[in-house]
């Protein structure tokens, strides 16, 4: 059974830094294809933050391009999101995505396997 969790999250002032990860385990001898992460504010729709595929390819939203990076460790296990420069409207509960199939963007419905979250608050 595929696991993933997140750690990493906390309480921050504005222009601070936090870095996220999640761990993986439990999956096949292949690793994901795709893996991402996500965050949530209560009330509003999940959005696509970062994603990265297998072969290192990286995507992100507008409102954080420059500022966080996405990356995994050699052995694909673990997943990092390293966050900088974070503002105010950063907080929410971050979560790890994970996908076997053959397609990498940044939609939910990409992704089959999550994590529990992870709470990131930026206050001013």
């Known amino acids: 059974q595929v696991q993933l969790v997140e750690s990493g999250g906390g309480s921050v002032q504005v222009a601070g830094s936090l870095r996220l990860t999640c761990a993986a385990s439990?999956?096949?001898?292949?690793?994901?294809?795709?893996m991402g992460w996500f965050r949530q504010i209560p009330g509003k729709e999940r959005e696509g933050v970062a994603r990265i595929s297998s072969g290192g390819t990286t995507d992100y939203a507008d409102s954080v391009k420059g500022r966080f990076t996405i990356s995994q460790d050699n052995a694909k296990t673990t997943l990092y999101l390293e966050m900088n420069s974070l503002k105010p409207e950063d907080t929410a509960v971050y979560y790890c995505?994970?996908?076997?199939?053959?397609?990498?963007?940044?939609?939910?419905?990409?992704?089959?396997?999550w994590g529990q979250g992870t709470q990131v608050t930026v206050s001013s």
């Open positions: 439990g999956h096949t001898h292949s690793t994901f294809f795709c």
């Open positions: 995505a994970a996908s076997s199939g053959s397609i990498c963007n940044r939609q939910v419905a990409t992704f089959p396997y």
